[in-house]
């Protein structure tokens, strides 16, 4: 299918294929323990600390809080990149506005159902492009791929976008999430190769 070379540049004059990376045209799956199971009825997003109040939402609420489409390129550590990916959910920017973050609120710990953690600063996940995500390419995720929802953060090493997350700790000072407590990088720049530390 794809006529792309990997040597392309993007519109902010970057090559578009990050250094030490190749493309597939399939979509690997990835991640640490097993599929959660989850069901809408039950399922919820929290969001704590550094908020003015904790506050919960369902699936139905929280989806109420915006939608949004957004078109971005996959990079995984494990040097495979995977172009064009048509993300649909809720923009981080709609949660962020619902939730009253205090300013003293720098970084953010994501938690996912399953137990898996990882950090990103908040600046970073007010960047366009950023969304929680429930379908991939017109239909609704796969398990395996994070169902019901999972965050996208484009323009980092894709082990921060977290599967079937379920909430939000704000926090004064950058702590490492799953991966990080092993030696992946703490932010994790694909066009730095910010692969480990
Ligand atoms: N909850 C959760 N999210 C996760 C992971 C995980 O182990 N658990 N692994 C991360 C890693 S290392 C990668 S490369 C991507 C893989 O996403 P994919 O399986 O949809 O390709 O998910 C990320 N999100
Ligand atoms: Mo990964």
Redesign the pocket.
């Given at each position: 299918m794809a006529t792309a070379t990997g040597k392309e540049l993007r519109p902010d004059g970057k090559v578009r294929l990050p250094p030490g990376q190749h493309l597939t045209s399939g979509?690997?799956?990835?991640?640490?323990?097993s599929v959660?199971r989850l069901d809408l009825e039950t399922w919820r997003f929290h969001a704590w600390g550094l908020v003015e109040e904790e506050k919960s939402f369902d699936w139905e609420s929280f989806n109420a809080l915006g939608q949004t489409q957004d078109v971005s390129d996959?990079h995984?550590?494990?040097t495979w990149s995977?172009y064009d990916n048509e993300w649909e959910g809720v923009p981080f920017q709609a949660v962020y506005d619902a939730l009253g973050v205090k300013p003293e609120a720098k970084y953010v710990m994501v938690h996912?159902?399953?137990?898996?953690?990882?950090n990103v600063p908040l600046a970073d996940l007010l960047q366009d492009g950023v969304l929680f995500a429930h379908s991939?390419n017109g239909e609704p995720?796969t398990p395996?791929?994070?169902w019901p929802l999972?965050?996208v953060v484009p323009h980092l090493?894709?082990?921060?976008?977290?599967?079937?997350?379920g909430g939000l700790q704000f926090l004064d000072r950058d702590r490492p999430g799953?991966?990080e407590t092993y030696g992946?990088h703490l932010y994790g720049d694909p066009w730095k190769e910010q692969r480990y530390s």
């Open positions: 979509w690997p799956v990835l991640h640490y323990g959660p996959i995984c550590v494990t995977k996912c159902y399953g137990g898996y953690t990882t991939h995720l395996e791929h994070g999972r965050l090493y894709f082990w921060k976008s977290a599967k079937w997350v799953f991966w992946y």
